[in-house]
């Protein structure tokens, strides 16, 4: 246990910053989550109206500290691959 006024303050401090960082990164796993279900269901018009949203939750957990800049590139792209190579395989 923290002993010194400050240490306790930091400590309360982390604790809020957890529980945060712990609810963006839920909100865009499951984001994640919802979008690729609509793809792999091959249901293109409710994806491509998700697709900017996701993209927007990642960018704000890069911005806000929760993600790694790279890693929300490497998502990012990841994402649009996916939904690219779906969206084609069903034009074929």
Do not use: Y
Request: charged share 35%.
């Amino acid at each position: 246990m923290p002993q010194t006024k400050s240490a306790k303050k930091r400590m309360r401090q982390a604790q809020k910053r957890t529980q945060r960082n712990r609810r963006i990164k839920n909100r865009v796993k499951n984001a994640i989550k919802d979008l690729i279900q609509l793809v792999s269901q091959g249901n293109f018009e409710k994806a491509k109206e998700k697709l900017p949203q996701v993209i927007a939750l990642i960018d704000s957990a890069w911005g806000k500290g929760v993600w790694h800049k790279n890693k929300a590139a490497r998502v990012k792209s990841r994402l649009m691959k996916k939904f690219n190579k779906a969206l084609n395989q069903s034009k074929n």
